[in-house]
C-alpha cells in the first residue's frame, strides 16, 4: 500500500470429448438454491449456491459474474483460470487446491465438473486468499441467503493531521494508481487519479485555517480530488511515498 499526502492426435481426443459430453448430459443437475448477490448495492440476478458433495458452491461463472476478470480453459491440463487485472487464480479439476497469484491456497471440497460448469467451493471465495485476489470484501448471509461483494477502494477516505502553520491530508492509494494535478489556480487544486477508484462521491467541509474542503468524486477509471484552501494557505506541495 502506498499513501499519498498533501503537505500545507485429434481424432481421438474429439471421441474422447464427444463421449464426455454426452455423460455430462446425461448426469442430473446438482441440489441449488437461488440466492441474493449484490455487487456494490446491484443485484445480479440468476445466481445459484450449489450443493457439490455436500458444500456450499458458486459455479466459476457466476464466481466471474460477482468478482470479474476473465476465464481461462487448459484442457489437456484439466485447468482453469480466472485473470483480473494481471493476477491469476488456477483451478484444478477434481484437487482441492488453488494456485492464488502463485502460492497455493487449500479448501475443504475439490473443484467439480458438473454438466459444463466447474464449481467452487464458497468456504475459498470467503477465505482471504481470494478477497485479497478479487481486492473485495465477500461476505455470506446463510439465513437471508445473500452474498455481498464489496469492491475495496483503490483511493481511501482521506485523513487530516494539522499542526500551526501545516495540515496534511494523506490517502491510502493501491499500487497500480497514477496520478497528476489537472488544474490549479487561486485557492483550489484538482488532482486526478488514474486507474484507481473512490467508494463513493465525498465532500468533506474542514475546520481548519488552511484546508476548508475536500471533494472527492469518483469517475468510471479515475478519481478527481478537488481541493479548496483558506486565504492563509501558501501553494500546497503533493508527493507520493
Same mark, same amino acid.
Given at each position: 500500500?502506498?499513501?499519498?499526502?498533501? $503537505?500545507?492426435?485429434?481424432?481421438?481426443?474429439?471421441?474422447?470429448?464427444?463421449?464426455?459430453?454426452?455423460?455430462?448430459?446425461?448426469?442430473?443437475?446438482?441440489?441449488?438454491?437461488?440466492?441474493?448477490?449484490?455487487?456494490?448495492?446491484?443485484?445480479?440476478?440468476?445466481?445459484? *449456491?450449489?450443493?457439490?458433495?455436500?458444500?456450499?458452491?458458486?459455479? #466459476?461463472?457466476?464466481?466471474?459474474?460477482?468478482?470479474?476478470?476473465?476465464? /481461462?480453459?487448459?484442457?489437456? =491440463?484439466?485447468?482453469?483460470?480466472?485473470? *483480473?487485472?494481471?493476477?491469476?487464480?488456477?483451478?484444478?479439476?477434481?484437487?482441492?487446491?488453488?494456485?492464488? @497469484?502463485?502460492?497455493?491456497?487449500?479448501?475443504?471440497?475439490?473443484?467439480?465438473?458438473?454438466?459444463?460448469?466447474?464449481?467452487?467451493?464458497?468456504?475459498?471465495? *470467503?477465505?482471504?486468499? $481470494?478477497?485479497?485476489? =478479487?481486492?473485495?470484501?465477500?461476505?455470506?448471509?446463510? /439465513?437471508?441467503?445473500?452474498?455481498?461483494?464489496?469492491?475495496?477502494?483503490?483511493? /481511501? =477516505?482521506?485523513?487530516?493531521?494539522?499542526?500551526?502553520?501545516?495540515?496534511?491530508?494523506?490517502? @491510502?492509494?493501491?499500487?497500480?494508481?497514477?496520478?497528476?494535478? *489537472?488544474?490549479?489556480?487561486?485557492?483550489? #487544486?484538482?488532482?486526478?487519479?488514474?486507474?484507481?477508484?473512490?467508494?463513493?462521491?465525498?465532500?468533506? @467541509?474542514?475546520?481548519?485555517? #488552511?484546508?476548508?474542503?475536500?471533494?472527492?468524486?469518483?469517475?468510471?477509471?479515475?478519481?478527481?480530488?478537488?481541493? /479548496? $484552501?483558506?486565504? =492563509?494557505?501558501?501553494?500546497?506541495?503533493?508527493?507520493?511515498?
Amino acid at each position: 500500500m502506498r499513501f499519498f499526502r498533501f $503537505f500545507f492426435s485429434g481424432l481421438i481426443v474429439f471421441s474422447i470429448g464427444a463421449a464426455l459430453a454426452n455423460a455430462q448430459a446425461r448426469r442430473p443437475p446438482l441440489p441449488s438454491d437461488p440466492i441474493m448477490a449484490v455487487v456494490e448495492g446491484r443485484l445480479v440476478r440468476g445466481v445459484f *449456491l450449489v450443493q457439490v458433495e455436500g458444500a456450499p458452491c458458486l459455479s #466459476l461463472r457466476d464466481l466471474q459474474r460477482l468478482a470479474g476478470g476473465r476465464l /481461462s480453459w487448459r484442457r489437456p =491440463s484439466r485447468e482453469v483460470s480466472l485473470s *483480473l487485472e494481471g493476477r491469476e487464480a488456477v483451478f484444478t479439476l477434481d484437487a482441492s487446491t488453488a494456485v492464488v @497469484d502463485g502460492r497455493a491456497v487449500a479448501f475443504g471440497t475439490p473443484v467439480r465438473w458438473w454438466t459444463g460448469q466447474a464449481y467452487i467451493p464458497l468456504d475459498f471465495i *470467503l477465505g482471504s486468499p $481470494f478477497q485479497s485476489f =478479487s481486492r473485495s470484501t465477500i461476505s455470506w448471509n446463510p /439465513s437471508q441467503k445473500i452474498l455481498s461483494v464489496d469492491p475495496v477502494p483503490d483511493i /481511501s =477516505s482521506p485523513h487530516f493531521t494539522s499542526a500551526p502553520g501545516k495540515t496534511s491530508v494523506v490517502f @491510502d492509494v493501491s499500487p497500480r494508481v497514477e496520478w497528476r494535478v *489537472l488544474r490549479e489556480g487561486e485557492g483550489f #487544486l484538482i488532482l486526478r487519479f488514474f486507474g484507481g477508484r473512490a467508494r463513493s462521491r465525498e465532500k468533506l @467541509d474542514v475546520q481548519d485555517p #488552511l484546508i476548508t474542503s475536500v471533494d472527492i468524486l469518483p469517475r468510471e477509471r479515475s478519481t478527481d480530488v478537488v481541493m /479548496s $484552501f483558506g486565504p =492563509s494557505a501558501e501553494r500546497p506541495i503533493a508527493v507520493m511515498e
